[in-house]
């Protein structure tokens, strides 16, 4: 698909696979509105950006708040005209035991990784549908939203939800040429280990002493977001629908899929072993 000076819309992107989603489509040709509430690291990625010879609008917004979302909106269509592409890709995570997390932590998930999402589709799908001419729409949820993650239950919670309004609006949004997608990446070498806020430790680990484990995780692991990026492109250019990425995402979706008993009974072994032994 030719992306030259088709306006990309990426939330979260100031690092991370937000990050990478805003290059590669800038090496395609498109012209970006680039979105987060870091802005030190949204001019960090501007500055990649000043390179590649295409146009690029920063925007400091908060992604749980609507009237900034609405706000955002406004301004896209004011400068750019059009959205051929919105990627809602914005998120974070808190882990540990449910009964640990205050409720300040759950409505953040929500509100940022749910809320967010919805946020982006109220205010552009529908300029989208009236400017005409097809378009995309890119929901990042996770691996997390095919099959349950022990100790993320109010992420796993966003993240299905994520992927159930993807899959909806996807039918309805195919009657204006306009495609949607759901990309659901597991472990990914990003800032978001470093970001994650972890609410409760283990038998033997300090939630602090967790934190360290998982950033070495994610290192070792180090399945780099410019991959999921890629994926996401192609999901735009072949008008996926929910797209695991992945071989840890791919294990949980079919096992899931195969026998919910034999993945309660696993996923309750996993969790005895997680809380014994690390």
């Known amino acids: 698909m030719d992306f030259r000076d088709k306006v990309v819309v990426v939330t979260g992107a100031a690092s991370g696979i937000g990050r990478e989603m805003a290059l590669t489509f800038a090496r395609r040709g498109a012209r970006l509105a680039i979105v987060d509430i870091d802005e030190p690291g949204l001019q960090g990625v501007r500055d990649e950006l000043a390179g590649m010879d295409t146009e690029v609008h920063v925007h400091v917004v908060d992604v749980s708040r609507a ?109 204006h040429g306009i495609g949607v997608s759901a990309i659901c990446p597991a472990v990914v070498s990003t800032n978001f280990a470093r970001t994650a806020k972890l609410v409760s430790g283990t038998n033997r680990s300090t939630p602090g002493e967790m934190q360290e484990w998982l950033e070495r995780v994610y290192e070792r692991i180090n399945y780099t977001p410019d991959r999921v990026a890629a994926v996401a492109v192609r999901a735009v250019e072949r008008n996926r629908g929910v797209v695991p990425v992945g071989s840890v995402t791919y294990l949980g979706d079919w096992t899931h899929r195969i026998s919910r008993r034999l993945n309660d009974a696993m996923l309750v072994r996993v969790a005895k072993i997680f809380l014994k032994w690390l």
């Open 67 to 175: 009237d900034e979302v609405e706000a955002l909106c406004e301004n896209v269509y004011r400068d750019m005209g059009r959205v051929d592409v919105l990627c809602n890709n914005a998120g974070v995570i808190a882990i540990g035991n449910f009964e640990d997390a205050a409720l300040e932590d759950l409505e953040w998930m929500v509100g940022v990784n749910l809320r967010g999402v919805i946020h982006g589709c109220h205010f552009f799908y529908p300029r989208m549908v009236a400017q005409g001419g097809g378009g995309h729409i890119v929901n990042t949820a996770s691996g997390a939203g095919l099959a349950p993650l022990p100790f993320c239950a109010a992420y796993c919670c966003t993240k299905y939800a994520v992927v159930g309004l993807s899959e909806t609006l996807r039918a309805e949004a195919a009657l």
